[in-house]
T-cell receptor
């Protein structure tokens, strides 16, 4: 089993759609969790941290379920500029483990 | 405030050669981590340096080695290059346990 698994995608959605990405992790000792965004041929950039109580940043909502070892990212009212690969990241004491990423394309 | 910088941006080598990649962390950061990202995959953790010591290491062979200097900058060395080493090499800096910020990467092609 991979340490961090994500929906394989790709997701192709129209502008304004709501899209949800899921991620599971295998190590229950994982300490912190993040979503990164990576544009084609660019470096990953932090989108948001994920907290146990759930957190929201504008159109983006992240949820963490430690009991199920599950992380999610919800994007509401998607924009063309949201097109990218979304990486789920699990931090185990400084050793960041990345999922393979889920590609999102938002179409007009 | 300069972010994480890496050099060179692109590099072409042949099998068996050696390569050195460089990274300067974001101002105020003391920890540097290196990742390998193959096409279509997520970044894979190579190792992390803190206080000039290798603090953690991922599942990479000894051909991959590194160094951190007193100014916190870092180098990644890869010996005896293989075709499979072709990838984007990413450096990320942080303040030890804090969020990591990535540099633009070095794209290595091994022919």
């Amino acid at each position: 089993r991979k340490e961090v698994e994500q929906d394989p995608g790709p997701f192709n959605v129209p502008e304004g759609a709501t899209v949800a990405f899921n991620c599971t992790y295998s190590n229950s000792a994982s300490q912190s969790f993040f979503w990164y965004r990576q544009d084609c041929r660019k470096e990953p950039k932090l989108l948001m941290s994920v907290y146990s109580s759930g957190n929201e940043d504008g159109r983006f909502t992240a949820q963490l379920n430690r009991a199920s070892q599950y992380i999610s990212l919800l994007i509401r009212d998607s924009k063309l500029s949201d097109s990218a690969t979304y990486l789920c990241v699990v931090n185990m004491g400084g050793d960041m483990r990345f999922g393979a990423g889920t590609r999102l394309t938002v179409k007009p | 405030d300069a972010g994480v910088t890496q050099s060179p941006t692109h590099l072409i080598k042949t099998r068996g050669q050696q390569v050195t990649l460089r990274c300067s962390p974001k101002s105020g950061h003391d920890t540097v981590s290196w990742y390998q990202q193959a096409l279509g995959q997520g970044p894979q953790f190579i190792f992390q340096y803190y206080e000039e010591e290798e603090r953690q290491r991922g599942n990479f062979p000894d051909r991959f080695s590194g160094h951190q200097f007193p100014n916190y900058s870092s180098e990644l060395n890869v010996n005896a290059l293989l075709l499979g080493d072709s990838a984007l090499y990413l450096c990320a800096s942080s303040s030890l346990w804090d969020t990591q910020y990535f540099g633009p990467g070095t794209r290595l092609t091994v022919l």
